[in-house]
């Protein structure tokens, strides 16, 4: 099958031709023709497939037809990142040289203020992450109703990003007229979800089943340490003995493990680049950059950074984390050996990786060899549990020492507060006799050897009063004359 069997315009006929492109692939003769009926589209491919061709040739001979409006694009494609959103421009750059469209990006890591003057001069063909979308809509700076043709690309992606809520509130934004074109490489149930609610009759387009990775990828598993540091140096062995190595893209799961792996390897003399969420978009482009054009050698990257992105030539892949997710083996491994050309990848592999193994496996449907001796997954299990329960022991251990050296402490506070609660008491009753002396009427009274009239007098002072010493004691009895 040709270009020109499928229905497209002679102006988009002639860009394909000068890129030297002959005949399509599978997703793109599958679903061009039905965008050019303006049908709906459930796209089911793999990254490296054709799939970003097989919307934007039938979107350019399509927009041939009309005009766009200030701040209302008629047309609006969603990317979950700013490098695939990027890549996209390029396609319509590409393909749309015979056409005077206009294109506009929208995507973080850029000022507001470019990005209004190109919405306020009309924009036929918007691309864009749906968080920026989002700010320019509420800013009041874009109007979606006259959107014609939707894509949303690389849906389960964003269904990993959390983007699905973004996703529903901008479809429903649109108008429910417009086509729509839903690509993804795999099918959970929230994207099937998804395209039950937003497409209308949708062409479905499968063009390989999630769980095939390319026959010309060679695949190897490497035993490796747990440790960090050791991890690092069995991915260094691996790299000084890889065979035909022109350039590799080394995955992690965690963005800062991206960046402590570029760093070793940057001290280790390699040359080297980073890719992860939390760098600028100047310097993101710069690092992709540099990688097409060979200036750097090894690219280390998380799964969400080089998802989805158009790298021809990469010899190598090296998992320098076993993916935690199985799909994203395949995904991993799918940005080498493109466009029928041979690639390698490799996996480090630790003893506690086995479930993770286990789903890839089970997923791709055969076993990868190893390179060099395999791991025993049930030794290093024991080992591990032989290791918790002498921690444990350990801990217990420390913890009976700590209560019996402290086992006499509690008494002896106890002990030490009775005292002193003893010695507060007397001290009050001492303070209280002070301030509150004994009454007059309760005093014993002095022996005279007669009864006097004192006897039955009553206080002249109420207790708690200060009485004068001299006014206690006894008139002395008058010396007889």
């Given at each position: 099958?040709?270009?020109?069997?499928?229905?497209?315009?002679?102006?988009?006929?002639a860009?394909?031709?000068?890129?030297g492109?002959?005949?399509p692939t599978a997703i793109?003769?599958g679903?061009?023709p039905?965008?050019?009926?303006r049908?709906?589209?459930?796209?089911i491919?793999?990254?490296?497939?054709?799939?970003?061709?097989?919307f934007t040739?039938?979107?350019?001979?399509?927009?041939?037809k009309g005009?766009?409006?200030?701040?209302m694009?008629r047309t609006l494609?969603?990317e979950?990142t700013r490098?695939?959103a990027?890549q996209v421009?390029?396609?319509?750059?590409?393909?749309?040289t015979?056409?005077?469209?206009?294109v506009?990006?929208?995507?973080?890591?850029?000022?507001?203020a470019?990005?209004?003057?190109k919405l306020d001069?009309?924009?036929?063909v918007l691309i864009?992450?749906?968080?920026?979308?989002?700010?320019h809509?509420?800013?009041g700076?874009l109007l979606l109703?006259?959107?014609?043709?939707?894509v949303?690309?690389e849906a389960?992606?964003m269904?990993?990003?959390?983007?699905i809520?973004d996703?529903?509130?901008?479809?429903?934004?649109?108008p429910?007229?417009?086509?729509?074109?839903?690509f993804?490489?795999?099918?959970?149930?929230?994207?099937q979800r998804?395209?039950?609610?937003?497409l209308?009759?949708?062409?479905r387009i499968?063009?390989?089943?999630?769980?095939?990775t390319?026959e010309n990828v060679?695949?190897k598993?490497?035993?490796?340490p747990s440790?960090d540091?050791?991890?690092r140096?069995?991915l260094?062995?691996?790299l000084?003995?890889?065979?035909?190595l022109?350039n590799?893209?080394?995955f992690?799961?965690?963005?800062r493990?991206?960046?402590?792996?570029?760093r070793?390897l940057e001290r280790?003399d390699y040359?080297?680049?980073?890719l992860h969420g939390d760098?600028?978009?100047?310097t993101?482009?710069?690092?992709?950059?540099n990688?097409r054009k060979?200036?750097i050698k090894?690219?280390?990257?998380?799964?969400?950074a080089?998802?989805g992105?158009d790298i021809?030539e990469?010899?190598?892949v090296?998992?320098?984390d076993?993916?935690?997710?199985?799909e994203?083996?395949?995904?991993?491994?799918g940005?080498?050996?493109?466009?029928?050309r041979?690639g390698?990848?490799?996996?480090?592999?630790?003893?506690e990786?086995?479930k993770y193994l286990d789903a890839i496996?089970?997923?791709?449907?055969?076993?990868?060899?190893?390179?060099?001796?395999?791991?025993?997954?049930e030794a290093?299990a024991?080992?591990?549990?032989?290791r918790r329960k002498?921690?444990?022991?350990?801990?217990?251990?420390?913890?009976?020492?700590?209560?019996?050296?402290?086992?006499?402490?509690?008494v002896?506070?106890?002990k030490?507060?009775?005292?002193s609660r003893g010695?507060?008491?007397?001290s009050n009753?001492?303070?209280?006799e002070?301030l509150?002396?004994?009454?007059?009427s309760?005093l014993p009274p002095?022996?005279?050897?007669?009864?006097?009239?004192s006897?039955?007098?009553?206080?002249?002072?109420s207790?708690g009063?200060?009485?004068?010493a001299?006014l206690l004691?006894?008139?002395?009895?008058k010396k007889?004359?």
């Amino acid at each position: 099958m040709a270009f020109d069997t499928l229905g497209l315009s002679e102006k988009v006929l002639a860009a394909v031709d000068a890129a030297g492109y002959k005949e399509p692939t599978a997703i793109q003769a599958g679903a061009i023709p039905q965008v050019l009926e303006r049908r709906d589209i459930l796209g089911i491919a793999q990254t490296g497939t054709g799939k970003t061709a097989s919307f934007t040739l039938p979107m350019l001979t399509l927009l041939e037809k009309g005009r766009a409006r200030a701040r209302m694009p008629r047309t609006l494609i969603l990317e979950p990142t700013r490098e695939l959103a990027a890549q996209v421009e390029e396609n319509f750059e590409k393909y749309g040289t015979n056409h005077k469209l206009n294109v506009a990006l929208l995507i973080g890591g850029v000022s507001f203020a470019d990005q209004d003057r190109k919405l306020d001069r009309g924009t036929d063909v918007l691309i864009a992450t749906p968080g920026r979308l989002l700010d320019h809509f509420e800013r009041g700076k874009l109007l979606l109703q006259g959107v014609e043709i939707l894509v949303i690309d690389e849906a389960d992606r964003m269904l990993d990003m959390g983007f699905i809520p973004d996703i529903e509130r901008i479809c429903k934004l649109i108008p429910f007229t417009r086509q729509t074109l839903f690509f993804s490489a795999t099918m959970p149930p929230e994207i099937q979800r998804l395209t039950d609610t937003f497409l209308q009759n949708p062409a479905r387009i499968e063009v390989a089943p999630t769980s095939s990775t390319a026959e010309n990828v060679t695949q190897k598993l490497k035993a490796s340490p747990s440790k960090d540091y050791e991890k690092r140096a069995s991915l260094r062995e691996l790299l000084e003995g890889a065979e035909d190595l022109k350039n590799a893209i080394v995955f992690c799961n965690r963005k800062r493990d991206v960046s402590t792996l570029f760093r070793s390897l940057e001290r280790h003399d390699y040359n080297v680049g980073a890719l992860h969420g939390d760098m600028d978009q100047r310097t993101r482009m710069m690092m992709l950059d540099n990688f097409r054009k060979g200036n750097i050698k090894l690219l280390v990257a998380s799964d969400v950074a080089a998802r989805g992105l158009d790298i021809p030539e990469v010899s190598h892949v090296f998992n320098y984390d076993i993916p935690i997710n199985a799909e994203d083996y395949v995904h991993r491994i799918g940005r080498t050996g493109r466009a029928g050309r041979s690639g390698t990848a490799y996996t480090l592999v630790t003893g506690e990786d086995q479930k993770y193994l286990d789903a890839i496996e089970s997923l791709i449907k055969q076993s990868i060899d190893w390179v060099g001796e395999s791991i025993d997954f049930e030794a290093a299990a024991k080992e591990r549990k032989a290791r918790r329960k002498s921690g444990k022991a350990a801990k217990n251990a420390s913890s009976s020492n700590d209560n019996e050296a402290g086992q006499e402490k509690p008494v002896s506070r106890r002990k030490s507060s009775s005292k002193s609660r003893g010695a507060k008491q007397e001290s009050n009753e001492e303070h209280s006799e002070i301030l509150n002396p004994t009454p007059i009427s309760s005093l014993p009274p002095r022996s005279s050897g007669k009864k006097s009239k004192s006897d039955k007098m009553e206080p002249a002072f109420s207790p708690g009063v200060h009485i004068p010493a001299f006014l206690l004691r006894e008139p002395r009895p008058k010396k007889a004359s």
